[in-house]
């Protein structure tokens, strides 16, 4: 996700538009990413997302091995240690992300090329993907050499593009309004939230 300041500043804007946003956890987004989303779907015996979650692991777990992430590790990780959500619309319950320049990489991109054609998203995933093509050289770049769990040594990349992909996908599953993704590659919330202001102003 973006800087403290990009996100700080997006949100200072939305605020100025009624658009409260703020921090927030939840169950099915944890360090067991679609391992854990398909055992809190399971203990929540709701009819409703029965298919959509079903539909969102296939994906979710094509993009994991063409990651070349270790489903070992997913099994063996830590139930209780939550991915945080920084900017969310309480009432509604969206989840808004903003993107720097290092989540346009080519990791995002193979992750991006298996979404569905109908995948219950409140971004355009042809537009991500473009700038993942035009940014990817440079974002490449960034935090290369890192390492993460469930990708190994160098796997940081290919970790930020799994859960940026986890929350996509997801989201609508589990009930909530799509997820709203924003560029904002330039490091730049206010202009971010200005060139996406309509979207966010319809939660207010």
């Not at 995002?108 to 219950?120: H, K, M, S, V």
């Not at 560029?183 to 996406?196: F, L, S, T, V």
Request: glycine share 6%; aromatic share 6%.
């Amino acid at each position: 996700m973006a800087t403290a300041d990009t996100r700080a500043a997006f949100a200072e804007c939305a605020a100025r538009d009624g658009v409260v946003l703020g921090p927030a956890t939840f169950d099915w987004l944890c360090e067991q990413g679609h391992v854990g989303l398909e055992r809190v779907a399971q203990a929540r015996r709701d009819p409703a997302i029965v298919a959509p979650v079903i539909a969102a692991l296939a994906v979710l777990e094509r993009i994991f091995a063409r990651l070349r992430g270790d489903v070992t590790v997913l099994h063996a990780a830590r139930e209780n240690l939550l991915l945080p959500c920084d900017l969310v619309h309480a009432p509604s319950g969206t989840i808004v992300e903003v993107d720097g320049p290092e989540h346009f990489t080519s990791a995002r991109l193979a992750a991006l090329e298996l979404y569905p054609a109908d995948a219950a998203v409140g971004f355009d995933v042809a537009a991500h993907a473009a700038l993942c093509r035009e940014l990817a050289a440079t974002s490449d770049l960034r935090s290369r050499g890192l390492p993460a769990k469930a990708f190994g040594f160098a796997g940081v990349l290919r970790e930020r593009a799994y859960h940026d992909a986890l929350r996509d996908l997801a989201t609508a599953a589990m009930g909530h309004p799509p997820l709203i993704r924003i560029a904002a590659a330039d490091g730049e919330g206010a202009a971010a939230y200005a060139r996406h202001r309509e979207t966010l102003a319809a939660l207010a």
